[in-house]
C-alpha cells in the first residue's frame, strides 16, 4: 500500500495529475524535494553540507525541513513583485503571473495601511502618464514614419544611418542656438564699432560671391570680421570674450555629447562582443525584427538571417583554415599584405600631393573667365572630395586581397578611410594656415575655405543622387538587358561610407565655426535636405544589402572618429590663438572681435584685473602649476572608481551567466525527473494490466 501511494505521488507532475486527489501537503512535500536536488541549489551549498544533505533528503521530515529552509531563504520558489509600484503593464511576465502579483497587491494594501496604499497607487499612475507622454512624444520625432519605413524595407542598419544624421541636425539646431545668445544676438541688440563697413549689396557685388564666400558675404555675419566691438563694452561683457565663450562652450557641450554617445555605444558593444557572443539558435529563434510590415521585407529579413548564418559560418572555417596554415604560407601572406599595405600608403601620399598641388593652385591670382575662376577657387574641395569618393572603394578592394574575415576587412576599410579623410582634411589646413599668414584679416580667408568645403560637400551628394543613382536606376528599369546596366550592376546603400560622408561633413563645422559663425546653419540646412535627398536614394534606386550591417558595433567607431574631429577642431583653434599672438610683433592686424592688436590672452587678462583680489589669486591658482596636483588625485581617484565598479559590474555579469547555464542545468533535471516518474507511472499500469491477462484465462478454464 505504501509502494502504491508513492506510485501515485510520482503522478502529480504527470498530465493526468489534475485528477490526483493526493493532498497539498504532499505535493508541497514533493516539490520542496525536487527544488532541493537542483544543480543550481547543490551548486551554491558547500561541498560538506552537500553531501551531508543528500542522504537524509529522501525521508519525509528532511524534505519538509529543507522546504522550511528555503521558503524562507532568498532562494524561495515563485514569482516575486519586486517592484510593487511598477504598472502591470510592463513587467515582463505572463498573464497569470500578473494576476498573481495583483492578487499579492491587494493582500499588501490590506497590510500597509491607507497611506502606504495611497502613495503606491499615485506612484502607478505617475508612472504610466510618463509612459504615456513618452510614447506620444516619440511620434512627435521628425522623420518618425520615415524611419520607419526604411526599417521595414532595409533592415535596422540603413535606419541607423538616418537615425544618426537627425542626430547630428540636433546637434547643429543646439549650436545654432549657442550661437545666437552668445554672438549674433549680442551684436544685433549693441551694435557694431563707428568704423564698421555698412552691410549693403554693393556694385561690384555678384551672385558667384555666395558661393566664393567673397564680397557681399564677406561683410555678412557668417564671417569673423562682422563682429567687432559695438556698445557692449564692459572689461568682462563684451563682445570678444562672449565671441569665445560661444565657440568655447559649443565645444564643450559637443564633447560631452559624443563623449556620451560614445560610452553608451561602447558599453553596448562590449556586453554583446565576443566574450558575451550569442550562439545560433539565439539567432534564429530571436532574430526576427517584428516591425516588419510588407511580404517583401519579410522575404528581405529572411534572407538577412540566411546570410548572418552563412556570415557566421564564413567566420568560423576561416577561423579553421586560418589555424591549418603552414609555416609557408604564413609567410607569403605577410609579404602580401606588406606590399599592399606599402601600396596603401602610396596611394595616400599621390592623395596628399594632390591636396597640397591644388591648394598652391588655388591661391594664384590669375584673371580668368569666371567660369574658370570658379573652378580654380574650388579646386581644394573638389580634389578632396573625388579623393574621399574614389579612394574608400579601392581601399575596399585591397582589403578582399589580404585574406581577412568579412569584418576585418570592413574594419580595415573604415580606418584606412578615417585616416585618409581626417589627414587630408588636416593637410588641406596646414597649407591654408601657411598661406594665409601673411594676409590681411587671415581669419575670414580660412573661413571661406570651410564654407566652400561645406557648400561643395552639398553639391557633391546632390549630383551623385540626380546625376549618378537616379539616371543608373532609369537605365537598370528600362533597359535591365543592356551592356550598360550589366557592368553597373544593382546600387546598394553602402553604410559606412555614407556615414564617414556625415562624419566628415561634422567635422569641417566643427573646425570652421571659429571663423564662419553661421557654418552650423549652413550645415543644418545641408543635413535636412541631405535627408530628404538620401531618403529618395534610398527608397527609389537602391536594394537592400545582401549581407546584414552590424550597425551596434560600427556606431562605436563612427562616434570615435566624431570625437577626432573634435579634437582636429580645437587643435585648429589653439593653433589660431598661438598664431595671434606671434603676429603681434610683426605689426599685423587682426580683424573682427580680435582687431586693433588685441588677442585672446590680453582680453582675458584684462577681464581677471578688474575682479577683486579674492577671484584674482583664485584664477590665477587654478592656472598655476600647484593646482596640477590635486587634479591628478582627484582623477586618479575618479578613475580608480569607475575602474573598480567596472570590475565589480564584470564579475556580476559572470555571476548571471552562471546563473543562466545553472538553470540550463535545472530544465535539464526536471526533463529527466519527468520521463523518469512517467516510466514509473507505466511500470504499474503494464504489471497490472499483464497480472489481469494472466488471471483471465485461468478463470475461464475453472469456469
Known amino acids: ?90 513587467l515582463a511576465m505572463c498573464i497569470q503571473g500578473k494576476r498573481d502579483a495583483r492578487e499579492r497587491r491587494k493582500m499588501q494594501i490590506s497590510n500597509v495601511g491607507f497611506w502606504e496604499s495611497w502613495r503606491r497607487n499615485q506612484s502607478i499612475t505617475r508612472k504610466r502618464i510618463w509612459a504615456q507622454m513618452r510614447g506620444a512624444l ?26 544618426f544624421l537627425r542626430y547630428l541636425v540636433y546637434l547643429n539646431l543646439l549650436h545654432c542656438a549657442l550661437i545666437w545668445g552668445f554672438i549674433l544676438g549680442p551684436t544685433t541688440f549693441y551694435g557694431r564699432s563707428n568704423s564698421s563697413e555698412p552691410l549693403r549689396f554693393g556694385g561690384n ?73 550569442m550562439n545560433v539558435s539565439y539567432k534564429i529563434f530571436c532574430g526576427w525584427d517584428f516591425t516588419i510590415q510588407y511580404p517583401a521585407a519579410a522575404a528581405l529579413k529572411h534572407s538577412f538571417i540566411r546570410n548572418d548564418l552563412k556570415l557566421y559560418l564564413e567566420e568560423q572555417s576561416f577561423s579553421l583554415r586560418e589555424a591549418q596554415r603552414t609555416l609557408g604560407q604564413r609567410a607569403l601572406l605577410y609579404l602580401l599584405r606588406f606590399v599592399l599595405n606599402l601600396l596603401v600608403l602610396s596611394l595616400l601620399g599621390g592623395a596628399f600631393y594632390l591636396i597640397y598641388f591644388a ?30 569618393l574614389f579612394l574608400p572603394h579601392v581601399f575596399r578592394k ?23 579623410k581626417l589627414a587630408s582634411l588636416g593637410i588641406y589646413l596646414f597649407f591654408v594656415f601657411r598661406t594665409t599668414e601673411s594676409q590681411q584679416c587671415r581669419e575670414n580667408r580660412f573661413g571661406r575655405e570651410m564654407y566652400k568645403l561645406c ?109 577626432l574631429g573634435l579634437f582636429m577642431a580645437a587643435a585648429t583653434l589653439g593653433f589660431n590663438f598661438y598664431q595671434q599672438e606671434a603676429t603681434l610683433d610683426i605689426n599685423m592686424t587682426s580683424c573682427g572681435a580680435f582687431g586693433n592688436g588685441e588677442t585672446v590672452f590680453n582680453v582675458t587678462g584684462v577681464c581677471v584685473d578688474s575682479l577683486p583680489r579674492p577671484a584674482q589669486n583664485a584664477l590665477h591658482y587654478l592656472s598655476s602649476e600647484a593646482f596640477a596636483l590635486p587634479l591628478i588625485l582627484a582623477e586618479i581617484i575618479i578613475l580608480t572608481s569607475y575602474l573598480s565598479r567596472g570590475r565589480a559590474n564584470q564579475k556580476a555579469i559572470e555571476r548571471l551567466k552562471d546563473m543562466l547555464v545553472m538553470s540550463s542545468s535545472d530544465k535539464r533535471f526536471l526533463v529527466k525527473q519527468h520521463a523518469t516518474m512517467l516510466r514509473r507511472q507505466r511500470k504499474p499500469r503494464t504489471v497490472h494490466s499483464t497480472a489481469i491477462e494472466e488471471d483471465a484465462p485461468s478463470s475461464s478454464h475453472t469456469n
Open 1 to 90: 500500500m505504501e509502494e502504491h501511494n508513492t506510485v501515485n505521488f510520482m503522478r502529480l507532475l504527470s498530465d493526468e495529475s489534475t485528477h490526483s486527489t493526493l493532498s497539498s501537503d504532499s505535493c508541497e512535500y514533493y516539490q520542496t524535494e525536487i527544488f532541493d536536488q537542483l544543480p543550481s541549489v547543490q551548486a551554491i551549498r558547500p561541498e560538506q553540507n552537500r553531501q551531508d544533505f543528500c542522504e537524509p533528503c529522501q525521508a519525509h521530515q528532511g524534505g519538509l525541513q529543507a522546504g522550511e529552509r528555503i521558503s524562507h531563504g532568498p532562494l524561495s520558489r515563485g514569482p516575486k513583485d519586486k517592484t510593487p509600484t511598477q504598472p502591470l503593464r510592463g
Open 138 to 163: 516619440s511620434g512627435l520625432l521628425p522623420w518618425q514614419h520615415t524611419l520607419h519605413a526604411i526599417e521595414g524595407r532595409f533592415g535596422v542598419g540603413v535606419k541607423a544611418y538616418f537615425v
Open 205 to 277: 557685388d555678384s551672385v558667384l560671391d555666395f558661393f566664393l564666400g567673397s564680397g557681399y558675404l564677406d561683410r555678412s555675419p557668417v564671417f569673423f570680421g562682422f563682429y567687432t566691438r559695438g556698445s557692449l563694452n564692459l572689461p568682462c561683457l563684451n563682445t570678444p570674450l562672449l565671441y569665445l565663450a560661444g565657440i568655447l562652450t559649443i565645444l564643450f557641450l559637443s564633447l560631452i555629447m559624443v563623449v556620451r554617445r560614445t560610452t553608451v555605444g561602447y558599453k553596448h558593444t562590449w556586453m554583446l562582443g565576443k566574450r558575451y557572443s
Open 359 to 388: 591648394t598652391e593652385t588655388s591661391q594664384k591670382e590669375n584673371e580668368h573667365y569666371w567660369l574658370v575662376s570658379l573652378v580654380l577657387q574650388y579646386l581644394p574641395p573638389i580634389t578632396i572630395t573625388f579623393v574621399n
Open 398 to 420: 585591397i582589403s578582399s586581397f589580404e585574406d581577412y574575415s568579412f569584418t576585418a576587412q570592413v574594419n580595415a576599410t573604415l580606418v584606412r578611410s578615417i585616416f585618409l
Open 455 to 563: 557648400i561643395f560637400n552639398f553639391l557633391a551628394t546632390f549630383c551623385n543622387a540626380f546625376l549618378l543613382s537616379y539616371p543608373r536606376k532609369l537605365v537598370q528599369e528600362k533597359y535591365p538587358s543592356s551592356l550598360l546596366a550589366r557592368l553597373s550592376g544593382k546600387q546598394r546603400f553602402l553604410i559606412p561610407f555614407n556615414v564617414l560622408d556625415l562624419v566628415y561633413s561634422q567635422t569641417v563645422s566643427w573646425v570652421g565655426v571659429y571663423y564662419c559663425p553661421l557654418l552650423p546653419l549652413i550645415g543644418t540646412v545641408t543635413l535636412m535636405a541631405t535627408f530628404y535627398i538620401k531618403k529618395f536614394t534610398v527608397l527609389r534606386c537602391c536594394v537592400a544589402e545582401q549581407r546584414m550591417f552590424r550597425a551596434s558595433s560600427s556606431s562605436v567607431l563612427f562616434h570615435f572618429m566624431l570625437l
